[in-house]
């Protein structure tokens, strides 16, 4: 096919993800307020009892709730292709003449849209509730460019998962068993330094705390090292392997 028509096909079925967003707006209502919870119950309930340092830590949480609210938003790839696939419709796309794998294009341009604006929305409750951040207009830039890149990434991610579970309730413990460990193992919540050996490791060197180290050092100044340059060099990586892989994964699930 001519590139033209790839990025056609791309931006038809992209509109077409897109609407889906306006006609299901619970979707959009469920990955914006279970990080807000998350967000007000660590602020009141845990906050002051956890140590962050030279920092308040409501200016510590926001980095860790905003990845995680990206992380478990990009998921909604994963169930809107086992959706496509239950009611027939990704036989009806490769029955047609056009570039199949589009359909995985716009499903997770679809989860970036989407996770943009749940991500707004959990940021201005983060301003309601302290959150101060420091961070100037380059730094601002360098979030919003690390935010969607590391959406991107989880979304392509999410895409091979949902290539490989045969129904909603696979979906759901596949990816908590992947997003939890990597939220709750991190930096997100509490600082690393007080986690026993083992845990402390991973949690140091898992991609989840890279971005939110990285994050938190533009918003509010916290010490970065090389957490910004793994940060993008983790969702570079995963995209490298996660698109082919979840292109594959589509052809042979789906043959011509």
Not at 139 to 160: N, R
Not at 176 to 200: D, K
């Amino acid at each position: 096919m001519k590139l033209k028509d790839i990025l056609l096909d791309c931006w038809i079925l992209t509109n077409r993800s897109l609407k889906h967003i306006v006609k299901n707006m619970d979707q959009l209502l469920g990955v914006a307020i279970m990080p807000i919870m998350f967000l007000l119950l660590f602020r009141y309930v845990f906050g002051g009892a956890i140590d962050t340092g030279g920092t308040t830590y409501v200016n510590f949480l926001v980095a860790g709730i905003l990845v995680q609210t990206l992380a478990f938003g990009a998921s909604t790839t994963a169930i809107n292709l086992v959706l496509d696939m239950k009611r027939g419709v990704i036989d009806r796309f490769r029955s047609l003449p056009m570039f199949s794998p589009g359909l995985l294009v716009a499903h997770t341009i679809a989860d970036l849209v989407r996770n943009v604006i749940s991500g707004v929305i959990m940021v201005l409750v983060a301003f309601l509730v302290g959150f101060r951040p420091t961070a100037g207009f380059n730094e601002w830039m360098m979030i919003i460019g690390l935010l969607l890149l590391f959406t991107f990434a989880i979304s392509w991610l999410s895409a091979i998962l949902g290539l490989l579970a045969k129904s909603f309730e696979a979906i759901q413990w596949m990816t908590f068993v992947i997003i939890m460990p990597l939220t709750f193992a991190s930096s997100a919540f509490v600082p690393t330094e007080g986690m026993p050996g083992v845990v402390r490791w991973f949690a140091e060197n898992q991609p989840f705390t890279k971005v939110i180290e990285a994050m938190r050092a533009w918003m509010v100044g916290t010490p970065i090292g090389d957490a910004g340059v793994l940060a993008f060099i983790w969702c570079i990586g995963i995209l490298i392997v996660s698109i082919p892989t979840a292109i594959w994964l589509f052809n042979r699930k789906t043959p011509n």
